[in-house]
């Protein structure tokens, strides 16, 4: 099948998967289509198995993995996601909780990536770099999940804000530290010596500064020279196909420059919803610039929803895994409360939390197909399918039970008032 044809394809299941949610089990759009297109991918399974020689497993399997999903993600679909998210965070809420966003952004994933990492290497086994890679693959909170469900929630805007910042900048941090983590574990391990451990961790030091601090500042540079062009100009269709050039083209100069894309994308949507809609849009631009991209976020969000329901024939299952499975989630969910309580008992000094910050950020904190990608993208070893399995059901637990129970949580917490930055 050619691009265009899976495109369709993928379009055609979206809308139907969408149309079965909505007639009978009434959950929010993504959810539903996700668990729709898992129970279809069940059943198809469950045919094969009474009806062999029909062959419909494999002839989907044969679908299934003719869409990269980690390129799809990786190299396609995240920047247009992650700029749409950032375009619709507003800088003057993010300002005000910007140590929170920062700390659970940088200490907080390094917290959890270490705490999955040496506690997955303690209970299975794993080479403990390898082990550090996988708590790297599960640490971020995938933003396209988690601003789906706080739409759901109604949380206080502190709050909402708190959790969509971090969720935007912490997943390209993480992205950064599993590129570094995979070099160490899978390429540095023909150095010898302690020159050689020297050189490759500073080798990855290097890499973290170029990807990170670099996506960072790319992403600022093309939105202030985008934002210097659209304040120009009076042209709504104009304007609106510059911020998709942004985004597009922004995201793939910074694969070749060899920077954070998803920071690229995130700064760049935070400068244009910020600065370029304020100063340098008209009211019926602001307008339909901002339509046009809540409707790119929910065409994608659904389609990458369809596509992690429709991946389980991607994964090879193994009960031989359902105890790794169990560990890696119930590690999952501590790494995230250490990610989440640790930075807050640092600020807590010099700043009032309500009491419902903790555990809505920690069972908030959904896992989503950025962690899929990750996980597909690993180098063939005998790890991996143990890696993908346990990934994948972390992820499906997370949006599935995670992301239908933090709504009626955040109600029975209580709508705790606005507390002074």
């Known amino acids: 099948m050619n691009i265009l044809q899976i495109a369709s394809l993928l379009i055609v299941m979206a809308a139907v998967f969408g149309v079965i949610n909505y007639f009978f089990l009434k959950l929010p759009q993504a959810i539903g289509i996700l668990i729709v297109a898992l129970a279809a991918s069940f059943v198809a399974m469950g045919i094969d198995l009474a009806y062999p020689a029909l062959g419909i497993a494999d002839t989907l399997r044969g679908v299934v993995l003719g869409i990269d999903f980690s390129d799809a993600l990786l190299d396609g679909m995240l920047g247009l996601l992650l700029f749409a998210g950032a ?118 030091a290097t890499l973290f500064v170029q990807e990170a ?58 400068m244009i919803g910020h600065v370029g809609m304020k100063y340098g849009m008209s009211e019926v631009t602001r307008d339909y610039v901002d339509a046009f991209w809540k409707l790119v976020d929910e065409i994608l969000n659904a389609v990458l929803f369809l596509l992690i329901g429709i991946e389980v024939f991607a994964v090879a299952f193994d009960m031989t895994y359902a105890s790794a499975g169990l560990y890696g989630l119930a590690l999952a969910l501590l790494a995230r409360l250490a990610a989440v309580s640790i930075p807050i008992m640092i600020l807590r000094p010099f700043r009032d939390f309500g009491s419902d910050v903790i555990p809505i950020m920690t069972w908030g904190g959904l896992k989503g197909g950025i962690s899929v990608a990750l996980a597909l993208s690993l180098p063939d070893s005998e790890w991996k399918p143990m890696i993908l ?33």
């Not at 997955?120 to 396209?144: E, N, Q, R």
């Not at 109604?154 to 570094?180: C, H, P, W």
């Not at 899978?186 to 451990?197: N, P, R, V």
């Open 213 to 270: 601090f670099g996506g960072a500042l790319l992403g600022g540079i093309l939105g202030w020279l985008t934002f210097r062009v659209m304040r120009r100009i009076d042209d709504y269709t104009l304007e609106v196909l510059i911020t998709l050039a942004l985004a597009f083209g922004g995201y793939e100069l910074a694969i070749w420059l060899h920077v954070s894309a998803p920071i690229m994308a995130v700064v760049a949507g935070l």
């Open 389 to 421: 399995t346990v990934t994948y059901a972390i992820v499906v637990f997370s949006i599935i039970v995670q992301g239908l129970t933090i709504a009626p949580l955040a109600k029975k917490l209580g709508r705790e008032p606005e507390l002074p930055g």
């Open 87 to 204: 375009l619709h965070v507003k800088l003057d809420e993010l300002r005000a909780q910007a140590w929170v966003v920062l700390l659970m952004a940088t200490i907080g994933v390094g917290l959890s990536v270490a705490v999955v990492g040496f506690g997955f290497s303690f209970m299975t086994g794993m080479p403990l770099l390898i082990a550090l890679v996988f708590g790297a693959i599960v640490s971020p909170t995938d933003p396209v999940a988690v601003l789906g469900v706080l739409r759901e929630a109604n949380l206080r805007k502190s709050l909402e804000t708190q959790i969509a910042g971090e969720s935007l900048f912490n997943d390209g941090v993480a992205y950064v530290v599993f590129l570094v983590l995979v070099g160490l574990a899978f390429t540095g391990g023909d150095s010898h010596g302690t020159h050689g451990e020297e050189s490759a961790l500073m080798g990855a």
